[in-house]
């Protein structure tokens, strides 16, 4: 049985990034509480982390909505300047570094689960059967109806599961690339270093179904039969391209 890993929830209440369509404050708010209660409603076990980049406290709303529960509050201001030029996968990068070097819950962890505040993962116990000690995470890809014309187009950032060494050693400084006025975010940084390194078995051989409300698109996540039969579409054309093999995740042996 895999211990269930901190969860370090990324959030900026007050948004520096232009390209973002949930702006209101009080909504990103009510959002994150929201999927935080989603959260418990798939385990009551989960040890969470919300960090703030634009230091926002969520302590006392935490400890009034959960008491009792573990829920660590941290909050700093992001770089703003460079949020607003460069993006919020900038911000982001600066989240989770922060996250990594004040928080007792990751401190004191070997790996963690990364999602974004607004949303949560219905499916979390199955992709969490996965867990190969390194990183598990979706990917998006483009193709022309034959797996022969694929092309790694970008990582789901959104959500995913990874070894706290691992992430300080591949992708720590993966926001500094962030480009967003062209066209190059965070999810390009990450695949560009996945192909560089050429990282192997990362991608979870069943999509994660990332639920909740996306603060850049403004748009609410719904996974679809459609969804379903294009993520399954996806990953039989993985399986028969020998330039993609590799990157599916291998499956345990699962009891």
Known sequence: ??????????????????????????????LTIKAIEKWNSISKEFKIVICDGSNYNFSNIIHNKFPGQQIECLFFNNKSELVARYGKGYGEGEIINYALQQSVLLKNADFFVKCTSKLWVDNFFECLQYWNGTFLCDCYFSYMKSHKFMRFKSVDTSFYIVNKDYYIDHFSSAYLNVREAQRH???????????????????????????GVSGSQGLE???????????????????????????????????
């Open 185 to 211: 975010w965070l999810e390009h940084c990450f695949r560009d270093i996945i192909i560089a390194k050429e990282l192997k078995h990362f991608m979870l051989p069943v999509a994660p179904i990332v639920r």
């Open 221 to 255: 996540n719904r996974y679809s039969l459609i969804d379903k039969a294009k993520d399954t579409l996806k990953r039989f054309f993985i399986s028969r391209n020998t330039s993609y093999l590799d990157y599916i995740a291998k499956t345990p042996d699962i009891k």
């Open 1 to 30: 049985m895999i211990n269930i890993p901190p969860l370090l929830l990324t959030s900026c209440v007050g948004v520096s990034a232009n390209y973002t369509q949930i702006r209101d404050r009080t909504l990103r708010i009510e």
